[in-house]
Protein backbone atom coordinates (compact mmCIF):
# COMPACT_ATOMS: atom_id res chain seq x y z
CA UNK A 1 0.00 0.00 0.00
CA UNK A 2 1.21 3.23 -0.58
CA UNK A 3 0.07 6.91 0.93
CA UNK A 4 -1.10 9.45 -1.46
CA UNK A 5 -2.18 13.11 -0.99
CA UNK A 6 -4.07 15.09 -3.43
CA UNK A 7 -6.62 18.68 -3.30
CA UNK A 8 -9.60 17.42 -4.52
CA UNK A 9 -12.37 19.60 -5.62
CA UNK A 10 -10.14 22.03 -3.47
CA UNK A 11 -9.89 19.61 -0.10
CA UNK A 12 -7.22 18.00 1.25
CA UNK A 13 -7.63 14.13 0.70
CA UNK A 14 -5.10 11.29 1.73
CA UNK A 15 -5.73 7.38 1.29
CA UNK A 16 -3.78 4.27 1.06
CA UNK A 17 -4.15 2.42 -2.02
CA UNK A 18 -2.45 -0.53 -4.09
CA UNK A 19 0.39 0.91 -6.17
CA UNK A 20 -2.03 -0.34 -9.76
CA UNK A 21 -5.37 1.63 -7.99
CA UNK A 22 -6.68 3.66 -11.07
CA UNK A 23 -7.41 7.24 -10.17
CA UNK A 24 -10.80 6.92 -10.98
CA UNK A 25 -10.84 3.97 -8.70
CA UNK A 26 -9.68 5.81 -5.78
CA UNK A 27 -12.11 8.77 -6.82
CA UNK A 28 -15.50 6.11 -7.01
CA UNK A 29 -14.71 3.98 -4.10
CA UNK A 30 -11.97 5.51 -1.78
CA UNK A 31 -13.82 9.55 -2.07
CA UNK A 32 -17.53 8.71 -3.29
CA UNK A 33 -17.32 10.81 -5.62
CA UNK A 34 -19.42 8.73 -8.41
CA UNK A 35 -20.05 11.56 -11.14
CA UNK A 36 -16.52 9.84 -12.93
CA UNK A 37 -18.11 7.35 -14.84
CA UNK A 38 -15.71 4.51 -15.91
CA UNK A 39 -16.85 3.43 -19.43
CA UNK A 40 -14.02 1.07 -20.89
CA UNK A 41 -11.06 1.06 -18.32
CA UNK A 42 -8.78 1.77 -22.36
CA UNK A 43 -8.86 5.48 -22.55
CA UNK A 44 -11.34 5.41 -25.63
CA UNK A 45 -14.88 6.28 -24.18
CA UNK A 46 -13.92 9.59 -22.01
CA UNK A 47 -16.39 8.90 -19.66
CA UNK A 48 -13.71 9.13 -16.85
CA UNK A 49 -12.52 12.65 -18.02
CA UNK A 50 -11.39 14.63 -14.50
CA UNK A 51 -8.80 17.75 -14.77
CA UNK A 52 -5.67 16.99 -13.37
CA UNK A 53 -3.84 20.17 -12.38
CA UNK A 54 -6.00 22.22 -14.63
CA UNK A 55 -5.25 19.83 -17.47
CA UNK A 56 -7.94 17.19 -18.95
CA UNK A 57 -6.91 14.00 -18.30
CA UNK A 58 -8.55 10.22 -18.65
CA UNK A 59 -8.25 9.53 -14.81
CA UNK A 60 -9.15 5.48 -16.19
CA UNK A 61 -5.82 5.23 -17.39
CA UNK A 62 -4.03 7.44 -14.63
CA UNK A 63 -2.29 5.67 -11.71
CA UNK A 64 -3.87 7.06 -8.00
CA UNK A 65 -0.07 7.53 -6.91
CA UNK A 66 1.05 9.30 -10.28
CA UNK A 67 -1.72 12.14 -8.85
CA UNK A 68 -0.58 11.80 -4.96
CA UNK A 69 0.36 15.79 -4.68
CA UNK A 70 -1.88 17.50 -7.38
CA UNK A 71 -4.84 19.88 -7.44
CA UNK A 72 -8.16 17.37 -8.72
CA UNK A 73 -11.38 18.70 -9.90
CA UNK A 74 -13.65 16.28 -10.74
CA UNK A 75 -17.43 17.04 -12.40
CA UNK A 76 -18.84 17.25 -8.80
CA UNK A 77 -16.28 20.35 -8.07
CA UNK A 78 -16.80 22.50 -11.08
CA UNK A 79 -20.16 24.20 -9.80
CA UNK A 80 -19.69 27.14 -7.62
CA UNK A 81 -22.73 25.92 -4.91
CA UNK A 82 -26.03 25.38 -6.13
CA UNK A 83 -25.32 27.16 -9.18
CA UNK A 84 -24.78 25.13 -12.04
CA UNK A 85 -20.96 25.75 -13.77
CA UNK A 86 -21.32 27.69 -17.03
CA UNK A 87 -20.77 24.57 -18.96
CA UNK A 88 -23.16 22.39 -16.91
CA UNK A 89 -25.82 25.12 -17.38
CA UNK A 90 -25.15 25.41 -21.48
CA UNK A 91 -25.24 21.63 -21.57
CA UNK A 92 -29.25 21.46 -20.19
CA UNK A 93 -30.16 24.51 -22.65
CA UNK A 94 -28.88 23.32 -25.44
CA UNK A 95 -30.24 19.79 -24.32
CA UNK A 96 -26.50 18.29 -24.58
CA UNK A 97 -27.35 15.28 -22.79
CA UNK A 98 -29.66 11.97 -22.99
CA UNK A 99 -28.76 9.24 -20.42
CA UNK A 100 -25.88 11.23 -19.37
CA UNK A 101 -23.52 8.52 -18.99
CA UNK A 102 -20.71 10.28 -21.05
CA UNK A 103 -22.01 13.53 -19.78
CA UNK A 104 -19.35 14.41 -17.08
CA UNK A 105 -16.64 13.59 -19.23
CA UNK A 106 -18.03 15.45 -22.23
CA UNK A 107 -18.55 18.92 -19.69
CA UNK A 108 -14.85 18.29 -18.23
CA UNK A 109 -13.23 18.14 -21.87
CA UNK A 110 -15.38 20.62 -23.02
CA UNK A 111 -14.37 23.12 -19.81
CA UNK A 112 -10.69 22.65 -20.69
CA UNK A 113 -11.29 23.25 -24.29
CA UNK A 114 -12.87 26.05 -23.87
CA UNK A 115 -10.29 27.09 -21.06
CA UNK A 116 -7.58 26.78 -24.28
CA UNK A 117 -9.44 28.27 -26.86
CA UNK A 118 -12.28 30.82 -25.49
CA UNK A 119 -14.23 32.34 -27.81
CA UNK A 120 -12.10 31.44 -30.72
CA UNK A 121 -13.57 27.75 -30.05
CA UNK A 122 -14.75 26.32 -33.66
CA UNK A 123 -17.32 23.45 -34.87
CA UNK A 124 -14.43 22.03 -36.49
CA UNK A 125 -11.99 22.32 -32.91
CA UNK A 126 -14.85 20.90 -30.73
CA UNK A 127 -15.28 17.90 -33.00
CA UNK A 128 -12.00 17.55 -33.13
CA UNK A 129 -10.80 17.48 -29.57
CA UNK A 130 -14.26 15.59 -28.76
CA UNK A 131 -12.85 12.50 -30.73
CA UNK A 132 -11.75 10.60 -27.48
CA UNK A 133 -14.88 11.12 -25.75
CA UNK A 134 -17.95 8.87 -26.94
CA UNK A 135 -22.01 9.56 -26.68
CA UNK A 136 -23.17 6.47 -27.36
CA UNK A 137 -26.92 7.94 -27.71
CA UNK A 138 -25.45 9.99 -30.90
CA UNK A 139 -26.21 13.53 -29.39
CA UNK A 140 -23.13 14.96 -30.40
CA UNK A 141 -25.05 17.93 -32.65
CA UNK A 142 -26.42 19.38 -29.42
CA UNK A 143 -23.21 18.68 -27.66
CA UNK A 144 -21.17 20.62 -29.87
CA UNK A 145 -23.94 23.52 -29.96
CA UNK A 146 -23.78 23.47 -25.85
CA UNK A 147 -19.80 23.73 -25.93
CA UNK A 148 -19.67 26.30 -28.46
CA UNK A 149 -22.29 28.60 -26.87
CA UNK A 150 -20.77 28.09 -23.38
CA UNK A 151 -17.59 29.62 -25.13
CA UNK A 152 -19.34 32.78 -26.62
CA UNK A 153 -21.71 33.34 -23.51
CA UNK A 154 -18.68 34.43 -20.71
CA UNK A 155 -15.43 32.95 -21.67
CA UNK A 156 -13.81 34.30 -18.83
CA UNK A 157 -16.29 32.81 -16.38
CA UNK A 158 -15.65 29.32 -17.32
CA UNK A 159 -12.11 29.01 -15.47
CA UNK A 160 -12.83 26.11 -12.88
CA UNK A 161 -9.68 25.83 -11.05
Sequence with gaps: MTDVTMTV?????KGAVEDRTLLVHFLRENLGLTGTHVGCDTSQ???CVIHVDGKAVKSCTMLAVQA????VTTIEGIADG???????????????LQCGYCTPGMIMTAVDM???HGSALNEATVREELDGNICRCTGYHNIVKAILA???AAPATIAAE
Aim: proline letters at 3%; glycine letters at 12%.
Design 45 to 47: CGA
Design 82 to 96: SELHPVQAAFREHHG
Design 68 to 71: SGSA
Design 9 to 13: NGREV
Design 114 to 116: IER
Design 150 to 152: AAN
